[in-house]
């Protein structure tokens, strides 16, 4: 190094063994001595060593090196430890000194190999310092592959998103994504710009291996829980509910036995129907719509009985006049010439018709079905006929058409409807009495006179015969 000036870097190393700061100084030399300035100004002889090289470390393409080494000069430590570096020079490095050499492309391109002092395909070498030094690392761009992602379940013209672990991002509104990437492994993601919509996968990974890799996504409506909720039917009985909505779709839920059905639905608006097998009952609301909105749905029908309007309607009766219909669990009123109306549900039921004191009906059972319509039914009344009159003796048997009538103190009166009529009254010791007639609605048929004369004729004759007249 005679007659030469260098320059290096010295690190100056605090007692704590870190490394605070370096400088460049001048390596002052004649033959085989030397001096270093130090950053006070202050020169100190150094003595190198008669075998020592220089390295040199360069870079071909896109990429860089790490590399590492120590070595001792005039008693001074000197330590290499470079993360990234493209090209470096150091001189006066001590023979048998071994630097470390590492490739490290950058992303897209790929190491081929190491020429110079060394030549080698080895990402990592290590070189040996016995001759000036010079080492090149060679970069080529990666080969590249096609990747492609085709999707479906989007409406035409919607558009959605590719993301990469690398940094790429990548969007189309058409069916399909394409690009180009090396060789590798790769984490993405996929969105939609369409809420309404959720990719499946929405992440994952592939593989790029010397060869074009297909990736498919499946983008499907977001879906949520619509609920109907039904109470009022007995237990199992069948109902039904049917959605028309989405895509003008028609949706039907099929047998439900239980109290709720669910179904999840994309954001939209809907109309439902709601029936049951059980014609008894029907269901309120039996039709509606609601709208699905990034959320669930509750809907809820109270089923209840179909009732159908029963009337009675009167004939017969003057104005004024209470009358009733009766059934074993209730009975119902009116005053002609009203009618007498109330609600029932599907089924059999039987009403009877009350007599009134003056009026009789010749209907007084009624038997008859509701069946999914309205009923009337009429209740003629008629006007009583009545039977009167007195008997001597008060004690004699009256039989009105083979049935007793009560006879009091001599007297009676018997309502009855119109119609023929056979009169008997007999006692013992006098002659039996017989009178046939017709009565119409409303009339009277007074038997003093001939019961009274009948009877006592027949006294007169029996009491003149036991005196002997």
């Not at 270093?36 to 100190?44: A, F, P, Q, V």
Request: proline share 4%.
């Amino acid at each position: 190094m005679k007659g030469t000036t260098k320059k290096v870097i010295v690190f100056v190393v605090t007692m704590a063994f870190l490394w605070t700061s370096y400088s460049f100084v001048t390596l002052h030399s004649n033959s085989s001595m030397s001096t270093m300035k130090d950053e006070s100004g202050n020169l100190s002889p150094i003595a190198f060593s008669s075998s020592s090289y220089s390295v040199h470390l360069y870079v071909n393409g896109n990429g860089y090196v790490k590399f590492s080494a120590n070595y001792s000069l005039s008693g001074i430590d000197f330590s290499f430890d470079n993360d990234k570096s493209q090209n470096f020079t150091t001189n006066d490095v001590p023979s048998g000194t071994v630097f470390h050499l590492v490739s490290s492309p950058n992303a897209g391109y790929q190491f081929v190999n190491w020429t110079g002092s060394v030549d080698s395909t080895n990402n990592s070498i290590y070189v040996t310092v016995n001759q000036n030094i010079q080492e090149e690392a060679i970069y080529v761009k990666s080969p590249s592959y096609p990747v492609s992602l085709a999707e479906s379940g989007l409406p035409s013209g919607t558009e959605w998103y590719l993301n990469l672990s690398n940094g790429q991002s990548f969007s189309s509104v058409t069916s399909t994504i394409s690009l180009n990437e090396t060789n590798g492994s790769y984490s993405y993601t996929i969105a939609t710009s369409d809420k309404d919509y959720s990719p499946s996968p929405s992440s994952g990974s592939f593989t790029v291996n010397g060869a074009s890799v297909p990736v498919s996504v499946t983008f499907s409506p977001v879906l949520y829980k619509v609920t109907f909720t039904e109470t009022g039917l007995p237990s199992g009985t069948t109902w039904y509910v049917n959605l028309t909505g989405f895509n003008g779709t028609n949706m039907n839920s099929g047998q439900i036995t239980g109290t709720t059905y669910s179904v999840n639905l994309p954001n939209g608006t809907y109309t439902f129907t709601i029936a049951t097998s059980d014609k008894i009952y029907s269901p309120s609301p039996p039709s509606g719509s609601f709208t699905v909105n990034g959320s669930t749905v509750s809907k809820s029908a109270t089923f209840s009985k179909v009732t159908y309007k029963v009337t009675f309607t009167e004939s017969g009766l003057p104005t004024g006049i209470t009358w009733y219909v009766n059934e074993t669990t209730a009975s119902y009123h009116a005053i002609s010439p009203a009618d007498i109306s109330f609600m029932l549900s599907n089924g059999t039921y039987t009403f009877t018709v009350t007599n009134l004191t003056s009026y009789y009906t010749t209907t007084p059972l009624f038997s008859f079905t509701v069946n999914g319509n309205n009923v009337t039914e009429t209740v003629h009344y008629y006007h009583w006929a009545y039977i009167t009159g007195t008997m001597s003796p008060g004690n004699a048997t009256l039989m009105i058409n083979g049935i007793a009538v009560s006879v009091s103190s001599g007297h009676f009166n018997v309502s009855v409807a119109n119609g023929s009529y056979h009169v008997v009254a007999s006692e013992s010791g006098y002659s039996t009495y017989y009178n046939n007639f017709t009565l119409n609605a409303g009339s009277l048929k007074n038997l003093t006179q001939d019961c009274v004369q009948k009877f006592k004729a027949l006294y007169t004759m029996v009491d003149h015969a036991r005196h002997g007249s």
